[in-house]
């Protein structure tokens, strides 16, 4: 276990202090994705129950304002879907962001050192060039495991809601 920490340490030095701001916006957007997985998987189930039950127990489901109750449903339901998607898709545009500047500040280093000694030592150039590509590398990583599931939250809010609309129908007098 020990070893392994080592690792994670020795890497997070390697790829600078971006990296971990990085890591800490990964682990934070994946927090929010596994929260709206789990809300949609499986407490939403039993609020979509409670909202058709009671739609169901409506004596009126013809008029005006019926319809005014089964749009707040369905909206307030949607709502509670959509949940964080926003931030999560937020955090997955800034992940490739802040890689970039991961990349910048590398490169920075590199041309400290290019200045300091004068010529293109490779070896001198070595940290900076590190740390120029693994926050970019970490940025992209984390944006498209980000995409991924951002998308799949989305389409299954998108169905969810279809279902709901479809179960809660409002009766037209004929």
């Excluded at 909206?75 to 990349?103: D, R, W, Y």
């Excluded at 998308?151 to 969810?160: D, F, G, P, V």
């Amino acid at each position: 276990m020990f070893e392994f920490l080592e690792a994670i340490r020795d890497f997070t030095e390697t790829g600078g202090q971006v990296l971990l701001v990085i890591g800490l916006l990964i682990f934070v957007m994946w927090l929010l994705i596994l929260e709206r997985a789990m809300y949609i998987l499986v407490w939403h189930k039993s609020k979509k129950k409670q909202a058709i039950k009671e739609w169901k127990a409506r004596s009126d489901r013809t008029s005006w304002y019926a319809e005014q109750v089964r749009q707040k449903k369905i909206s307030t339901l949607s709502i509670q879907l959509n949940g964080s998607i926003p931030i999560i898709q937020a955090l997955v545009a800034l992940c490739p962001l802040l890689g970039l500047l991961g990349t910048v500040t590398g490169m920075i280093e590199v041309f400290d050192v290019m200045a300091i000694s004068g010529s293109g030592n490779a070896r001198s150039m070595a940290s900076g060039v590190s740390k120029a590509t693994i926050p970019t590398m970490a940025g992209m990583v984390g944006a498209l495991s980000g995409v991924f599931a951002s998308t799949w939250l989305n389409r299954k809010a998108k169905s969810e809601r279809t279902h709901l609309e479809d179960a809660i129908i409002i009766e037209r007098n004929v």
